[in-house]
């Protein structure tokens, strides 16, 4: 009895280091697996690019671009598409615009643009981009001022994408609101008039935010606004500079004061965002 005992323990032992060998091997197969299935990117040639990328805008008296990691997260998804593609495409079958990609990155910017490329080498695509006048002037652009660059090793030839945008400031709608009372008041002192009196009135950043959402200026909400007798709507990147039409409303006493509304969203002609504004002066 007991050597039969004995002859199952060993038994159990046995099929027990044969199921840990099983488990193990399985555990380094999946392991493989998904390393071959990860292509990595090429961090040392994506950061070679963009230095090549800045001394060219450099020799030219250019400022140099600021590396983005939302742009870098946006150039790495479509070069992942151009080596599943093995292709050359600026947007592929069910892929957004560039536009709405950068955005999805939750990148604010008024202007983008886009260079992708297929070389031996980081060097080579460089090369190759700047011989060709669209992608040269894309990378001397003064209209961009932040990039990102994703690059992909497939064989023995690199995958490059390069995102450009013109990036805009990260202002909470009080921030931005507070900046243009600040323009809005250095202009009446430019001009020699007094800084108009601004008044409360919470309706108006809605109305701001609503113009966005219909993608289009609205003159005509903010006359039901009791008192009111002039509106003006825009939108704007840049708010320290004024539309013609608030520095004529401006360049003269608003003796009656003013509200403001501002807010900053994206619509379908601005999916990177923009900043909607609606003044009316009673």
Known sequence: MGCLMLKQMRSYVTLAIACK????????????ATSLAQVPFDAAGEKQLV???????ISEGLPPLATDERLTQAARKHTELLVKYQALSHR???????????ADENIRADRQAENVALEM??????????????????????????????????GDQV?????????LPDYSDSEADALLQTTIAKFAAAKGVPAPERKPQAA?????????????????TPRSIAGVHQVLAWTAADLE?????????????????????VCFAPSVSHPGGMYWIVMVAY
């Open 241 to 261: 500079q004024l539309p013609a039409g608030a520095k004529h409303f401006l360049s003269q006493p608003v003796s009656a004061g003013y509200s403001m509304g």
């Open 204 to 220: 108006i950043h809605q109305m701001a935010c609503d113009m966005a959402l219909i993608d289009s200026l609205d003159t005509g």
């Open 121 to 154: 080498d980081v060097s080579g695509a460089h090369a190759v981009l700047m011989n060709s006048p669209p992608h040269r002037a894309n990378i001397l652009s003064s209209n961009y001022n932040a990039v990102g660059v994703g690059v992909m090793r497939s």
């Open 92 to 102: 592929f079958d069910g892929e957004e615009s560039l536009q709405l990609r950068a």
């Open 21 to 32: 060998v099983v488990l193990a091997l399985i555990f380094i197969s999946l392991l493989t």
């Open 159 to 167: 995958y490059v994408t390069e995102d450009f945008a013109h990036r």
């Open 51 to 57: 230095e090549l990328i800045n001394q060219e805008r």
